[in-house]
């Protein structure tokens, strides 16, 4: 199973050599190339536009499912690879996705929206144990297609005691927020690309519905996957202040996040299987009509 992860920032000329990923650097450190078998490799975050590669190498890395990310000027992720190996599946998807019941609709939210808060409420356990508590029963007052707007409530009683005592506004421009954005965008990505590769019409979303997002269906299953990335983050944060700059370590830092080896369903398993898995009984939950076959990885178990 793949399980090594790349981000790279140095500039650099990459090619494939025997089923291997080569990699020669050409800035001013001496370095011999680097090997390392494509079998191993999960992903390749490209943090720099100084990367040559050659058209070989992106097939060998589309035939080994690698995911492959590139950022823009501010390095936010911006582009991914995408394998064509199941285009054929959008024939049986689609219909399943413009026929969604408003009802259906409405319970895959809630479902969405109770797993989020409950991954929140366990980042909190062992930082303001009360307010986990607090969090994790609003769950029982979340009604289908969440018309109270409990995600909202939860979310303020989150920040506040994520960063307890500090002023911490969320879109600030700001280290805390930066290391959130890179993350949020690290898996967006993952799932943009599993959804298109599974079949699925990402602009078709389940509660987003924004015309001019591509994305609103990767917007929706991000959910409860961000407070796995709120965790890395405040590990990555430690006790820096807000104002510090946002450095190439930070940004490899939360690149660890596709590194995190999640428990679901009793199996532990990679963060990009996780995705897959997600993807996987998303299309189960449309074909049997039963939001609870939406399934995600258990923060509190790992």
């Not at 993952?190 to 590769?197: D, S, V």
Request: proline share 6%; glycine share 4%; net charge neutral.
């Amino acid at each position: 199973m793949a399980w090594r992860g790349l981000h790279l920032t140095r500039a650099a000329y990459l090619s494939v050599e025997h089923r291997c990923l080569r990699m020669e650097f050409r800035d001013d450190t001496p370095t011999p190339p680097f090997r390392l078998p494509l079998e191993d490799l999960a992903y390749l975050i490209l943090d720099t536009p100084e990367v040559s590669l050659s058209g070989r190498l992106l097939a060998e890395l589309s035939a080994a499912n690698v995911m492959v990310l590139g950022t823009d000027e501010k390095h936010l992720p911006s582009w991914t690879s995408l394998p064509w190996t199941n285009f054929h599946a959008f024939g049986h998807i689609l219909p399943l996705q413009i026929e969604m019941s408003q009802p259906l609709r409405k319970q895959l939210w809630l479902n969405i929206v109770q797993q989020k808060i409950l991954g929140q409420a366990s980042v909190l356990q062992t930082i303001d144990p009360s307010n986990a508590r607090f969090l994790s029963a609003m769950t029982d007052q979340i009604r289908s297609g969440d018309p109270d707007n409990v995600e909202a409530r939860a979310a303020r009683s989150y920040w506040r005691a994520l960063f307890p005592g500090k002023e911490f506004i969320r879109h600030n421009d700001d280290l805390p927020n930066a290391l959130l954005n890179y993350g949020y965008a690290i898996v967006r990505s993952a799932l943009a690309r599993c959804l298109c590769a599974t079949g699925f019409i990402p602009f078709l979303g389940i509660h987003h519905e924004s015309q001019t997002n591509a994305y609103n269906l990767a917007d929706d299953l991000i959910e409860p996957y961000r407070p796995w990335v709120d965790r890395i983050a405040l590990r990555n944060l430690g006790d820096q202040d807000f104002a510090c700059s946002f450095t190439t370590e930070h940004r490899r830092g939360m690149a660890q996040i596709m590194e995190v080896q999640p428990m679901m369903q009793g199996e532990k398993i990679s963060m990009l299987t996780a995705i897959e898995k997600t993807v996987e009984s998303l299309k189960k939950a449309l074909r049997d009509k039963d939001a609870s076959q939406l399934t995600f990885p258990d923060l509190l178990k790992t």
